[in-house]
């Protein structure tokens, strides 16, 4: 449908993914992409990061729609590197329309140490702001802005005390703090045509919750548990029935934020989560 043509998208964590899956579907769409990516591990995460090979794959699955990719290594908690990687791309592809602040960890578990919540909110919160700051000054009017939230972060006091750890804590306090800083800053840019939208997803299948370090947080009352044991506590979350959302679900909201056909959207929170929070208002605690 071409819904993005010829725009031109910034999306750092894109070597996997929900910034894989961003990447694909708006080149799908028609767009061209800079895709940013550390390539390293988290200190605090129980899981391994992207590789350069990840980023590579990227590359080519956005290449194979017949658009051109600029793949980039740089760490969102360094804005000089941010800035240079930008500069990099948009001279390569010429413009920026739409930057998407994607990266993020997610360490799970009651023992890790503080490190975790310091991590998560450097990488989450302080990356999120280095990557949109870095940009704006190559976004011109009818530019889009559009943050990853969470539902976590829409929780009363999701704060990891209820067996999850600091790293939850700090995931859910950084996506609370993006969703209010989207507001704030969808007033400042309206005057210029610039926009700034948040999607708040439930769980969805990626690395971040498809590791041993997750399904044993998820799952303390068994010895070695599995994805189907996590879907298991995860199902019942949610008002439809589902444990989780697959990453294109989250990507079309993407695209639509993306696209012309949001152009008087701004400031906008956007929930995709099979219902949970509507649930949780009904008086379900998916805590326990």
Not at 153 to 170: H, I, K, Q, S, T
Request: some cysteine; aromatic content about 4%.
């Amino acid at each position: 449908m071409q819904r993005v043509l010829d725009k031109v998208v910034a999306i750092t964590g894109a070597a996997r993914g929900l910034g894989r899956s961003h990447a694909v579907r708006l080149a799908e769409e028609g767009a061209d992409i800079i895709a940013l990516d550390v390539c390293a591990d988290a200190a605090t995460a129980q899981y391994a990061g992207a590789t350069v090979s990840d980023l590579d794959e990227t590359v080519r699955l956005i290449e194979k729609t017949g658009r051109r990719a600029v793949a980039k290594r740089a760490d969102v908690r360094d804005r000089e590197a941010l800035r240079t990687a930008l500069d990099e791309g948009v001279a390569e592809l010429g413009r920026l329309d739409v930057v998407i602040p994607n990266a993020g960890i997610s360490p799970l578990g009651v023992d890790l140490p503080i490190a975790a919540f310091t991590e998560t909110l450097d990488v989450n919160l302080v990356g999120a702001l280095n990557t949109v700051h870095a940009a704006l000054p190559h976004l011109g009017e009818g530019a889009s802005i559009i943050l990853m939230g969470s539902v976590s972060g829409l929780m009363p006091r999701y704060d990891g005390n209820a067996g999850v750890g600091p790293g939850a804590a700090g995931y859910s306090f950084s996506k609370r703090i993006l969703a209010e800083y989207a507001e704030w800053l969808s007033v400042q840019l309206a005057p210029s045509g610039r926009r700034v939208n948040v999607v708040h997803p439930t769980n969805v299948a990626t690395e971040l919750i498809q590791n041993e370090a997750a399904y044993r947080t998820f799952r303390p009352d068994l010895e070695a548990p599995t994805l189907a044991d996590v879907e298991a506590v995860m199902r019942p979350m949610h008002g439809m029935p589902i444990a989780y959302l697959e990453p294109v679900d989250i990507s079309h909201a993407v695209v639509y934020f993306a696209s012309d056909e949001s152009r008087y959207v701004t400031g906008a929170q956007l929930k995709i989560d099979g219902g949970l929070i509507a649930k949780l208002g009904a008086g379900f605690d998916p805590r326990g």
